[in-house]
Every structure is written in C-alpha cells, then in structure tokens.
C-alpha cells in the first residue's frame, strides 16, 4: 500500500500571501534556513506544498480546480 498525494496546485491561501510568509507566521525560526527559492520565483508564491507528480504519474489525476478562486 502506498499513500499518494492528491490536491490542488496552488495552496489556499488570501491573496498577497505566499508560502513562505504563512510558514514563517506559523513556525517562526524553526522554519529559517529552508530552500524557499521555488517559492520565490514569479508566479509561484502560492505553490502547493505537496508533490503531485506521483498521482499524476501513475494515475493520470491533473488538479482541475484553483482553490485562490474561493477566496
């Protein structure tokens, strides 16, 4: 038995609100000295932080739906 990550591409997040600033609200220092560098590229500061490539992979699931559009 395997567990395979399946969610949306994009982390539910407000909007302005990346990745690494909600990490560091809730973790503090703890979370200092992490690579943020994916994160900090344009356009991906809201990234979900699971890979999917797995589920993609081997059963073919692509997210269909951007959860920001909730917020």
């Known amino acids: ?30 979370v200092e000295g992490l690579d943020w560098s994916h994160y900090e590229r344009p356009g991906h500061e809201q990234d979900s932080i699971y890979d999917c490539s797995a589920a993609h992979r081997e059963l073919g699931f692509e997210p269909q739906i951007d959860l920001r559009s909730y917020v």
């Open 1 to 30: 038995m395997r567990t395979i990550t399946a969610t949306a591409k994009h982390a539910y997040l407000a909007p302005g609100v990346t990745v690494p600033q909600l990490f560091r609200h809730w973790y503090g220092s703890r």
